[in-house]
């Protein structure tokens, strides 16, 4: 079936340094994936989302990139600050459904 | 936030109560969705309406009941629970019927005892 998986399950990194969160999906007609930020005891909230016809996408210090070849795809924090803590999740979206299939979840702890 | 409201935020109940959650979106959008969240597990779609109209249904006990009464509201109704059915409950909001993004409300925390 299908399905999406997500690492680390957990990354802790210093204040000012970069992270990169990978998921890998497996259904091939997936065409959008949006990535959701959480904090604790909060909502999923989209910070970034990129579609299949695209590679990468920017938004300030957040990139995500796709690899439809390699049916994987990545998002980048750079320059973290510790309000970037927080669970982060990707999906995948086939494009003739409203189903997202999310991965299990990076919890992120950017220590200052 | 007003965007997706949930209430109550907090139930615990016991497993012979029958218990509602709602949802509102103040979106205009016309999907919704119902999706539990267990820790250490991916986030689980169990319903999605799409106009009012369920359009899917991911195998979820029939102790879970939907009802869409319009485009803006949704529930859950519970019933005979399982304590392994104590988790965070969020419902979610699109535009269109395959809407790409999805709000999210902010939780029903819901413990069975």
Redesign the interface.
């Known amino acids: 079936g299908e399905n ?1 998986e997500q690492h680390p399950s957990t990354l802790s990194v210093q204040e000012g340094d970069s992270a990169v969160i990978k998921c890998t999906y497996s259904d091939s007609a997936s065409n ?1 994936f ?1 990535w ?1 930020k959480q904090e604790l005891g ?5 910070i970034i ?1 990129i579609r299949s016809n695209v590679g990468e996408k920017k938004d300030q210090r957040i990139a995500v990139t796709l690899n439809k070849t390699a049916k994987h795809f990545s998002l980048h924090i750079t320059e973290t600050q510790p309000e970037d803590s927080a669970v982060y ?1 990707c ?1 995948a ?1 086939r ?11 990076t919890l992120l702890a950017v220590q200052p | 936030e007003t965007g ?1 409201t949930q209430t109550p935020r907090h139930l615990v109940m016991g497993m012979t109560n029958k218990k509602s959650l709602k949802c509102e979106q103040h979106l205009g959008h016309n ?1 919704m ?1 119902w999706y539990k969240q267990s820790a ?4 689980e ?1 169990m319903f ?1 309406y ?1 106009l009012e109209e369920r ?2 249904n991911n195998s979820v006990p029939s102790r879970f009941s939907p009802e869409c009464p319009n485009s803006s509201h949704l529930f859950l109704h519970l019933h005979t629970l399982q304590p392994e059915d104590s988790a965070l409950y ?1 419902c979610a909001s ?1 535009q269109g ?11 029903t925390r819901l413990t069975v005892l």
């Open positions: 999406v959008y949006p959701y909060k909502r999923p909230q989209l989302d999740f999906a979206k494009g003739a459904t409203n189903k997202l299939i999310f991965g299990t979840g | 997706v999907a969705y250490k597990k991916p986030l779609l999605v799409s359009v899917e969020l699109s019927d395959r809407g790409r993004t999805q709000y999210f409300g902010p939780g």
